[in-house]
């Protein structure tokens, strides 16, 4: 193949990639420069610049290596800090295992004529001491007498 590629600066443009591409070959095959119409000054440039792109490139390539390992590092901290928590008796994201117990309304009874705290007591099955417990008002009353119309507080069934 005796034939020379002679590209001059206005049609390397021209040729784009094929010009770039006609360069790597004739490098490659072991072409003299000069057949493609570039110096070998030009030549040892365009070398130059593709060793400083490798070393870029294996820089960049060991920084994605060590920012891999970091990312691995905290995904492992991450599954074991879940695992952790998995092992806990409450996970905080889990309802409560019981709902609280309703609050009963209190019990009233209202006192009528001829009742006594007594009566009262043996009627809802509890003692006179609980109901003036529950009463504080009936300490101040001589022998815890009850009126009627009194509202006693009852203690919850």
Not at 31 to 49: A, I, R
Not at 57 to 64: H, I, N, Q, T
Not at 129 to 153: A, C, G, H, I
């Amino acid at each position: 193949m005796q034939q020379h590629i002679n590209l001059t600066r206005s049609n390397k443009s021209a040729h784009g990639v094929g010009w770039l591409a006609a360069l790597i070959l004739s490098v490659a095959v072991g072409l003299p420069s000069g057949c493609m119409g570039v110096s070998d000054d030009e030549l040892n440039k365009l070398k130059e610049g593709n060793q400083a792109l490798a070393a870029e490139l294996e820089a960049e390539k060991k920084e994605s290596e060590l920012l891999n390992r970091a990312l691995t590092s905290v995904y492992r901290e991450r599954d074991s800090l879940v695992d952790k928590l998995s092992t806990l008796a409450v996970s905080p994201l889990a309802p409560a295992a019981t709902a609280p117990a309703e609050i009963a309304a209190p019990r009233i009874h209202v006192v009528k004529t001829g009742e006594t705290l007594g009566s009262i007591a043996s009627r809802y099955n509890t003692s006179v001491k609980t109901l003036v417990e529950l009463n504080q008002y009936l300490q101040s009353r001589r022998d815890f007498m009850v009126w009627p119309n009194d509202q006693l507080t009852l203690p919850a069934e």
